[in-house]
């Protein structure tokens, strides 16, 4: 196998200052056949990466979400690996991240950015946005990986042809993420190398508004995979209201007053949350009876294809 049969994929929206030299870079770890998928850049992103040779197409909607879904959709190669287009990820790293998909190990590796960073890679709200996101995955998957949001990913075509993915903007790392757990690929975290974000480079991530979109997409897609952990939260946010609104209650009643309505409230509060985790248990137990059966269906498909 040539390395022709991997795809290097780098999503840019105007990177004029790195585009070159990330291209470059890959191209002398042997890496030849590079796709860029751009956002309409205003600068001379497509020009560059034309005359560094490679292939270059503008994406027809907005978001790096967009990007890589239409990148995936027309991708025909047996591996690809994703990597930003910033100059933050090191092409150097690209054989440790695409290792273990060549060998057959994994379907989806992810280059682990918070193992060794660069002084000012992160900003210190991005570093713990990222830790509380990663946390929160792991409570709603079950799967504690380490840095989920990361750009540097190789994946086999099995991965990337599986994954249906719905989000357009920031939240696409998040939504890779989940789908390979949901649809039981085979995951291996590298570490890799995270560069600061070259000077005459700006950000196009929003660390409030993508990171509470980010969130909100891990918390909305664990209904339908772990419904425990989305209900019980809702339950557990009743329960608290109830035992606020409940210790008013009994303070008043010590100071001679009786709050009937409050009283009524803070039993309704109560019970509506523990029916929230009957509800979430018995979800629990379809999404097992259903993950049960999809994965015998696609262990029968998968005799039959072989
Ligand atoms: N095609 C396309 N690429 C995008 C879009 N938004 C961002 N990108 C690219 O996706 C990569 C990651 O975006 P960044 O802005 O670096 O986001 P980040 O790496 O999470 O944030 P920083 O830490 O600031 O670098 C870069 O190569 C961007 O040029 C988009 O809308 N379309
Ligand atoms: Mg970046």
Redesign the pocket.
């Known amino acids: 196998m040539t390395n022709e049969n991997v795809c290097i994929l780098?999503?840019?929206?105007?990177?004029e200052a790195?585009?070159g030299q990330v291209i470059r870079d890959f191209r002398s770890e042997g890496f030849d056949n590079i796709l860029?998928?751009?956002?309409?850049?205003k600068d001379r992103?497509r020009e560059i990466a034309e005359a560094e040779g490679a292939r270059v197409i503008v994406?027809t909607g907005?978001?790096?979400?967009?990007?890589?879904k239409q990148a995936f959709d027309l991708i025909e190669e047996d591996y690809v690996v994703m990597?930003?287009?910033?100059g933050?990820n090191l092409a150097k790293d690209v054989h440790a991240v695409l290792g273990p998909v060549l060998e057959g190990k994994a379907d989806h590796v992810m280059g682990n950015r918070l193992v060794d960073y660069e002084k000012g890679?992160?900003?210190r709200l991005?570093l713990l946005g990222n830790k509380l996101i990663n946390k929160m995955f792991g409570m709603a998957y079950g799967v504690w990986l380490n840095d989920i949001?990361t750009?540097y990913r190789a994946f086999n075509k099995k991965a990337i042809k599986s994954f249906e993915l719905k989000k357009?903007?920031?939240e696409v790392?998040s939504e890779i993420t989940i789908e390979s757990v949901k649809k039981d690929l085979r995951i291996e975290e590298v570490p890799t190398t995270y560069l600061a974000?070259h000077s005459e480079?700006?950000?196009?991530?929003n660390p409030l508004k993508?990171g509470m979109r980010i969130g909100s997409t891990i918390y909305k897609m664990a209904r339908l995979h772990n419904p425990m952990f989305y209900f019980g939260l809702i339950g557990g946010a009743f329960i608290m209201a109830g035992l606020f609104t409940g210790t008013y209650v009994v303070v008043e009643w010590f100071h001679g007053v009786t709050r009937i309505p409050m009283t009524i409230l803070t039993t309704l509060l109560i019970i509506a949350g523990f029916q929230m985790f009957v509800f979430g248990m018995l979800s629990d137990l379809m999404v097992t009876l259903h993950r049960e059966n999809m994965r015998f269906l696609r262990k029968i498909s998968e005799e039959k294809n072989e």
């Open positions: 780098l999503p840019t929206l105007n990177e790195t585009v860029v998928i751009d956002g309409n850049s992103t994406q907005k978001g790096k979400g967009q990007a890589i990597a930003d287009g910033d933050t890679a992160f900003t991005n949001l750009g357009l903007g920031f790392e974000r480079g700006a950000t196009k991530l993508d």
